[in-house]
């Protein structure tokens, strides 16, 4: 940026004025950014002719190649992003409180579900295939007979799966149940501590001022040219 640095004076403002001369080189006007001198695009162009193609170069590196595209990207969208999180976020908070209030009975209910569900496959199969075979020997023709096979191996195997399943309730009802406290459990813990969903949204915003940190630095590196010892 220049040959004293920006620490050296008080404000940015003495600093633009004190290396304001034409006879200093390396000057060029900026503005202030967390305590970083940014250059002002025109005032560099005409102060700093020798260093804008530097500079081209590493915004265009920035903008596009890299993670430079996904944080260009980020940017254009940000708007989309802020409100795709609190729309996330009051989601959550609503699918919290339903959760601590229904999980008990959403977790029995699936069970119950999937067996009449089982029950239901097996029923269907065979009451179709049988359907079948009446409505065959109504019209006096031949039954599908690739048809009723396949509906008989579907009703077999929803079948034993049927049973199978409420085998395993019937024998494991005690771990059944203690798996659905815990989630019970666990859904009335959330909902008391709601706190812990700005746990992600914290790291996320750590993690983008890390790459804003980084892309900073070697946008920094990039603009000094060719850089000797």
Same mark, same amino acid.
């Given at each position: 940026?220049?040959?004293?640095?920006?620490? !050296?004076?008080?404000?940015?403002? !003495?600093?633009?004025?004190?290396?304001?001369?034409? !006879?200093?080189?390396?000057?060029?006007?900026?503005?202030?950014?967390?305590?970083?001198? *940014?250059?002002?695009?025109?005032?560099?162009?005409?102060?700093?002719?020798?260093?804008?193609?530097?500079?081209?170069?590493?915004?265009?590196?920035?903008?596009?190649?890299?993670?430079?595209?996904?944080?260009?990207?980020?940017?254009?969208? @940000?708007? @989309?992003?802020?409100?795709?999180?609190?729309?996330?976020?009051?989601?959550?908070?609503?699918?919290?409180?339903?959760? @601590?209030?229904?999980?008990?009975? %959403?977790?029995?209910?699936?069970?119950?579900?999937?067996?009449?569900?089982? *029950?239901?496959?097996?029923?269907?199969?065979?009451?179709?295939?049988?359907?079948?075979?009446?409505?065959?020997?109504?019209?006096?023709?031949?039954? !599908?007979?690739?048809?009723?096979?396949?509906? %008989?191996?579907?009703?077999?195997?929803?079948?034993?799966?049927?049973?199978?399943?409420?085998?395993?309730?019937?024998?494991?009802?005690?771990?059944?149940?203690?798996?659905?406290?815990?989630?019970?459990?666990?859904?009335?813990?959330?909902?008391?501590?709601?706190?812990?969903?700005?746990?992600?949204?914290?790291?996320?915003?750590?993690?983008?001022?890390?790459?804003?940190?980084?892309?900073?630095?070697?946008?920094?590196?990039?603009?000094?040219?060719? *850089?000797?010892?």
């Amino acid at each position: 940026m220049s040959n004293i640095h920006p620490d !050296d004076v008080s404000r940015i403002n !003495d600093y633009n004025t004190y290396y304001s001369s034409k !006879d200093r080189k390396g000057a060029y006007k900026s503005k202030s950014v967390i305590d970083y001198c *940014i250059p002002t695009p025109t005032a560099f162009k005409e102060d700093r002719p020798d260093d804008v193609a530097a500079v081209e170069t590493a915004l265009k590196l920035m903008t596009q190649s890299g993670p430079g595209v996904y944080l260009n990207d980020l940017y254009l969208s @940000s708007t @989309s992003i802020f409100y795709s999180m609190g729309t996330a976020f009051a989601l959550c908070i609503v699918y919290i409180y339903l959760m @601590s209030i229904f999980a008990e009975y %959403l977790a029995w209910g699936l069970v119950i579900l999937t067996q009449l569900g089982l *029950i239901a496959v097996a029923g269907g199969a065979f009451v179709y295939r049988s359907q079948l075979a009446k409505e065959a020997a109504a019209d006096n023709s031949t039954p !599908d007979a690739e048809k009723q096979k396949s509906l %008989l191996i579907m009703g077999i195997i929803a079948g034993l799966f049927s049973m199978l399943f409420a085998c395993m309730i019937f024998c494991g009802y005690s771990q059944l149940k203690t798996a659905i406290d815990v989630i019970d459990a666990a859904a009335d813990f959330l909902a008391k501590t709601k706190r812990i969903l700005a746990v992600p949204v914290l790291y996320f915003f750590i993690t983008m001022i890390v790459i804003a940190v980084w892309m900073g630095s070697m946008m920094a590196l990039l603009s000094m040219g060719e *850089i000797t010892a």
